[in-house]
């Protein structure tokens, strides 16, 4: 009886109070609204009469609601529909394949067995301090390997990230315990079943957090199909929205039709424009990622379970 109020007094003692906790909340539901504040501002405006912005600023709720920045950039909207398949596309075929090429490769050389395992491990560590450069890299790209205007040029250059292959192989090393991998070889498993049986499983939680990044870094990508393709088929919502962008610049710098437009070109939504495609840009994502959370989370509950 006495050791178990003992117990109970050493939880209490680890336990945080109810003013901390209190605190602990009010802070971060500050930061999380500061943090949505900017998306919150970028939408409203987006939703604002041109010159209603002029006078006014930005609001997230503005009292003038204008549709026109939408209307401006979804004029054509085949285009647009394109762009966001290939995006979708190659977000999905990039993430599943890089992720499989990253823990693969750190599971490697994560393996104390591997003969060659401080070369791979220097070759790839190598690659984090040092690279040819842009030159060299685009040459390689577009004449050795002639991936340029394909979608595969979309995908393959991005298929491979030291550093997530560093952070794979840390976890491999601390969070799979030799003895399994072991006992699975002393059972007759080769390296490819215990990859796929056992340690893939055990490191959900490592190789959901690659799989997040990646996805986000598929979407966002706008730099690949910008220096490897020039068919606007292969253009990703990203880089057309770019384009628009920058086509919406030159109209308005340009003085000539500045001058020819008149009333025209001053009812063009110009700030508008710009929020509006930012959140045509980030929204899907922005949806789709409480879906991609819930496994996530899900992922580290299996994976934080050892029995």
Do not use: H
Request: proline share 5%; charged share 15%.
């Amino acid at each position: 009886m006495n050791k178990n109020r003992f117990f109970k007094k050493k939880l209490r003692k680890n336990e945080i109070s109810t003013t901390a906790n209190v605190l602990l909340n009010v802070v971060f539901i500050i930061y999380a609204l500061m943090c949505l504040y900017p998306m919150a501002l970028v939408i409203g405006t987006s939703f604002a009469e041109e010159t209603y912005l002029n006078t006014v600023g930005y609001k997230i709720f503005p009292q003038v609601v204008s549709f026109d920045a939408y209307k401006y950039i979804l004029a054509n909207i085949q285009p647009i529909l394109r762009a966001y398949t290939v995006t979708i596309c190659v977000t999905v075929v990039g993430t599943v394949v890089s992720t499989v090429v990253i823990a693969l490769y750190a599971y490697v050389i994560s393996r104390n067995e591997f003969r060659y395992k401080k070369f791979f491990t220097f070759y790839l560590f190598f690659t984090m301090l040092f690279n040819g450069g842009m030159v060299p890299w685009y040459i390689v790209c577009t004449q050795l390997l002639d991936i340029n205007n394909t979608y595969v040029a979309l995908v393959w250059p991005a298929l491979m990230s030291a550093w997530y292959v560093m952070i794979m192989r840390t976890f491999f090393t601390t969070g799979v315990p030799n003895g399994i991998v072991e006992s699975a070889r002393i059972d007759g498993a080769g390296e490819f079943m215990i990859f796929v049986r056992i340690v893939a499983p055990v490191s959900i939680p490592g190789i959901a957090t690659v799989a997040l990044f990646q996805m986000v870094y598929y979407w966002n990508d706008w730099y690949l199909p910008f220096m490897l393709t020039s068919d606007p088929e292969y253009a990703n919502i990203q880089l057309y929205l770019k384009r628009i962008l920058n086509n919406l610049q030159e109209i308005l710098n340009s003085p000539g039709v500045a001058a020819q437009s008149g009333d025209a070109l001053a009812k063009i939504p110009r700030e508008g424009a710009r929020m509006a495609i930012c959140a045509l840009a980030i929204g899907p994502i922005v949806l789709a990622y409480p879906f991609f959370q819930r496994f996530f989370v899900s992922g580290l509950t299996v994976g934080s379970i050892k029995g």
